[in-house]
């Protein structure tokens, strides 16, 4: 059985690993993120280092509740992501958040992965048989899981 550390460990390295397949896509592939597409490598980012400096801190508990937060916001996000597909009339394609999410010092500073200029309702290319959306939440629903485990277990230690 993993200790409680080695699946902090795992969580976050898989975090860091789908930030690096989402920029393998965006620059490799050409599929440009949109603003939901940002905010999900956002999420994913967050739940990343709230479970690494959990793991190396000992502090379980509460880097756990944050990084459940932020899996819980990428739950939010994927699902208005899935909607906007389902239904290609409604877009959030140019719009005030994006510019607003290319006006975070991290969009100016690092555009290369935290620029938006995609559309939502284009984001249908499949990898693997599924939607770039489609396997966000499939990740945020796992990675959540994974971190109410964790949290269940700390409880129970």
Request: hydrophobic content about 55%; charged content about 10%; overall charge positive.
């Amino acid at each position: 059985m993993p200790s409680t550390r080695q699946i902090l460990f795992a969580i976050s390295s898989i975090c860091f690993a789908l930030i690096a397949v989402a920029l393998y896509l965006q620059h490799i592939q050409d599929m440009m993120p949109c603003p939901l597409c940002v905010i999900q490598r956002y999420m994913f980012l967050a739940i990343g280092v709230c479970t690494l400096v959990a793991a190396i801190s000992g502090k379980v508990r509460e880097g756990t509740i944050l990084a459940l937060l932020a899996a819980i916001g990428g739950l939010v996000t994927v699902g208005k992501h899935l909607y906007v597909i389902a239904n290609p009339g409604f877009s959030c394609g140019i719009d005030p958040m994006e510019t607003m999410l290319n006006k975070i010092p991290t969009a100016e500073y690092l555009p290369w992965i935290f620029r938006a200029n995609g559309l939502c309702e284009g984001a249908t290319d499949s990898l693997l048989g599924l939607a770039i959306p489609q396997w966000s939440a499939v990740w945020f629903a796992i990675l959540t899981v994974l971190l109410v485990v964790v949290l269940l277990r700390k409880k129970r230690a």
